[in-house]
């Protein structure tokens, strides 16, 4: 009976063959499979034609044939930013880390690469030919580029406990001095 009504509902309906509500089933699953199938390889060509279109983690290496140039604890707390109170680096400010360059010597054109470079002048030391900065820590691996550049670490908290320079120089004399 239930055929019979079928049949009357299609001739007076006329619904056409690729209709999604096939009365069979199979034109229907059939049809989802495909989607499927078609969505997950857009997504997959998507992935290698725009690469690039994702968000990185990775920061750019410091240049190897300059990585003698910089500070141990410098280079560590470029790669992971949670070292640098375990290793007794001045804290950050405002998202910059204070660094200090040596170079042969120093010229203004030096305090004028780094503020180039989005830094701010600190300090700076004509007689040890060294000044400070305040810098982006993603510009570190530029840095390496500054004309002259002899080494480059990060300014450290100096504790006078700690302070281990030879004895010849009088250091425990000094900072007795200083209370």
């Known amino acids: 009976m239930e055929s019979r009504k079928l049949?009357?509902?299609q001739t007076w309906v006329?619904?056409?063959a690729w209709a999604p509500y096939s009365?069979?089933?199979k034109l229907m699953s059939h049809l989802l499979?495909?989607?499927i199938a078609q969505l997950f390889l857009l997504i997959f060509l998507m992935n290698l034609c725009f690469p690039f279109a994702q968000p990185s983690e990775e920061s750019q290496d410091i240049p190897a044939e300059y990585v003698h140039l910089v500070d141990d604890r410098l280079e560590m707390v470029y790669h992971d930013n949670s070292l640098a109170n375990e290793l007794g680096l001045v804290p950050y400010i405002d998202g910059k880390i204070s660094l200090f360059a040596r170079v042969s010597n120093l010229e203004s054109s030096h305090h004028d690469f780094v503020k180039e470079m989005g830094g701010e002048i600190t300090s700076s030391f004509t007689r040890f030919n060294t000044f400070g900065f305040l810098i982006d820590i993603s510009s570190v691996p530029d840095l390496v580029y500054l004309p002259d550049l002899?080494?480059?670490e990060a300014d450290v908290l100096f504790?006078?406990?700690l302070d281990n320079s030879v004895d010849s120089i009088g250091a425990e004399d000094i900072?007795?001095?200083f209370g």
Do not use: C
Request: hydrophobic share 40%; charged share 30%; aromatic share 20%.
């Open 7 to 9: 049949a009357e509902l």
């Open 14 to 16: 006329r619904i056409p």
């Open 23 to 25: 009365f069979n089933g």
């Open 33 to 35: 499979s495909r989607i």
């Open 150 to 152: 002899e080494w480059l």
């Open 159 to 161: 504790y006078p406990s």
């Open 175 to 177: 900072w007795e001095d």
